[in-house]
Nanobody
Framework: QVQLQESGGGLVQAGGNLRLSCAAS????????MAWYRQVSGKQRELVAV???????NYADSVKGRFTISRDSAKNTVYLQMNSLKNEDTAVYYC?????????WGQGTQVTVSS
């Protein structure tokens, strides 16, 4: 069993920066992929960024060049550095961890970008 806890969300002005954190606990050795998703009310949850066990990353086109996903294995934590934020980045951001057998989700953290 893996538990995920997000932090770092909040209110930020357009053009500003924010860093989200996701701390994993439990059977963390089973995790091989971690990701960030986001969801706007009434819309589907969408993939924002992924980092694999080997450090390979991938991003949604809408955030390429602005967001960076990274991982600190010593802290069992994954980060999402968000730069040059736009109003359309406003959403609830969810941490996701994948093992060979299961996916795990955090509770989400609200990011609101004001113009």
């Amino acid at each position: 069993q893996v538990q995920l806890q997000e932090s770092g969300g909040g209110l930020v002005q357009a053009g500003g920066n924010l860093r989200l954190s996701c701390a994993a606990s439990g059977s963390v050795v089973s995790i091989n992929v971690m990701a960030w998703y986001r969801q706007v009310s009434g819309k589907q949850r969408e993939l924002v960024a992924v980092i694999g066990s080997g450090g390979t990353t991938n991003y949604a086109d809408s955030v390429k060049g602005r967001f960076t996903i990274s991982r600190d294995s010593a802290k069992n934590t994954v980060y999402l550095q968000m730069n040059s934020l736009k109003n359309e980045d406003t959403a609830v951001y969810y941490c996701n961890a994948g093992s060979m057998w299961k996916n795990y989700w955090g509770q989400g953290t609200q990011v609101t970008v004001s113009s």
